[in-house]
């Protein structure tokens, strides 16, 4: 992926146009579906996406391209044809269906495709496109990008600098893993299990920084590993931290205590854990800024922010919701004694927030169900026959 902002800028506006105008004349392939990500692999919503082709039998009448970062992610499935980001180009001028999710090919599609940006979670709060301080420059390249609720329509239609009627409300393509949990896991003997996933505030990768924050783990830097232990282990609470994949590492080192894991990215997969099973399966959730901390609604289960940066991170990124904090139904937590207080009322079973996550949950959600994958791909119109 290209990290620097100018050099996106420039290839949009002198390279884009060239490929542009050539889409325009190349005839399309009906039979071709291609999933593109531009980072790491196939990943986020192509994911369960590419699942739901195969499992309804898709690839027997179409070809399933799936256009990725680097051959290294390619992974071993003859159902599909894993390509490369330069090949993955001449695919989309003549692959009539395509998704997206992270990044996208900056070419126009024609009046012969679908060209659908799925994005990597589709309920926000962080800015995006124009809104954001990290303006990438043109980024409407879809025939439509997938919205979880008409909330979002005329935020994404400044974002993407796009028309209403590319916005399509269909639901978010991850969030059927939510509700069609297939694998269980088994994480000790402990009272509950709390999952926190921290979004990144610095990362080499993606070439930008939001906040200031050093510490992986918000609020918690690795001296304090301890302490933060000992306090899930006199609530018999399990914490399982899982670092953003984009998230600058000083140490790329597993942290595991008795009630304690703090896991990268790599170590995540190592262990065999999908994020939504894990979702479903764990007691409650500590987010922040990141769309999971909405998924999480579906739910219906506590949650907490943990938000110490949040007036650097609406200076340097910006927030969709003018008070994110009405967005956020649960404990809001700046401090370390505001975390105490949150682990003891999730172990003790306190839930003031009930009613709130259900008022934000119907505002962000249209759809709460396991039917993404169905809706997006009718929206794209495929044969199956």
């Known amino acids: 992926m290209l990290k620097n902002i100018k050099i996106k800028k420039v290839i949009k506006n002198t390279i884009s146009p060239l490929f542009s105008g050539i889409n325009k ?15 790491h692999g196939i990943c986020h919503s192509l994911v369960p996406l590419k699942k739901y082709l195969l499992n309804h039998s898709y690839d027997n009448n179409n070809k399933i391209i799936c256009g990725i970062e680097s051959m ?3 992974e071993s499935d003859e159902r599909v044809k894993y390509i490369g980001k330069f090949k993955s180009i001449l695919y989309f001028l003549i692959s009539k269906h395509v998704f997206y999710t992270t990044g996208q090919i900056p070419v126009k599609p024609s009046r012969q495709q679908v060209v659908i940006h799925l994005r990597h979670g589709n309920a926000n709060y962080k800015t995006s496109g124009k809104l954001t301080k990290i303006n990438n420059g043109n980024e409407n390249y879809f025939t439509y990008m997938i919205a979880s609720s008409e909330l979002y329509i005329p935020i994404m239609v400044q974002e993407f600098a796009c028309k209403e009627s590319q916005i399509v409300v269909a639901g978010d393509a991850m969030l059927d893993g939510l509700f069609e949990c297939e694998k269980k896991y088994y994480f000790g ?8 996933l921290p979004t990144f505030r610095q990362s080499d990768y ?3 920084n939001d906040t200031s924050i050093q510490d992986v783990v918000p609020l918690f830097p690795e001296e304090a590993y301890e302490r933060l ?52 399966q ?3 959730l500590i987010g922040d800024y990141s769309s999971a901390s909405l998924q999480y609604l579906l739910t219906d289960k506590p949650e907490a922010f943990v938000i110490p940066d949040i007036d650097e991170y609406r200076e340097k990124r910006g927030f969709e919701f003018e008070n994110p904090e009405e967005y956020m139904a649960g404990h809001i937590i700046k401090t370390q004694d505001e975390f105490e207080k949150f682990i003891r009322d999730f172990a003790n079973g306190v839930d003031c927030y009930s009613d709130k996550r259900k ?4 505002k962000v959600f249209k759809y709460q169900d396991s039917c993404n994958c169905e809706r997006i791909v009718k929206l794209s119109g495929i044969h199956l026959e």
């Open 229 to 280: 232990n000992d306090m899930l282990k006199e609530y018999d609470i399990k914490l399982i931290v899982k670092l953003h994949p984009a998230q600058n590492l000083q140490k790329n080192h597993e942290y595991i205590y008795s009630n304690l894991e703090i896991l990268t990215h790599q170590d995540f997969q190592a262990r065999g854990y999908e994020l939504y099973n894990l979702m479903a």
């Open 189 to 196: 003997d402990f009272s509950k299990v709390l999952l926190w």
């Open 359 to 362: 008022l934000v949950r119907d």
């Open 282 to 284: 764990a007691d409650g």
């Open 206 to 208: 993606l070439g930008y």
């Open 25 to 39: 004349i190349v005839p399309k392939r009906d039979d071709y579906i291609l999933l593109y990500s531009a980072n």
């Open 72 to 74: 290294k992610y390619a």
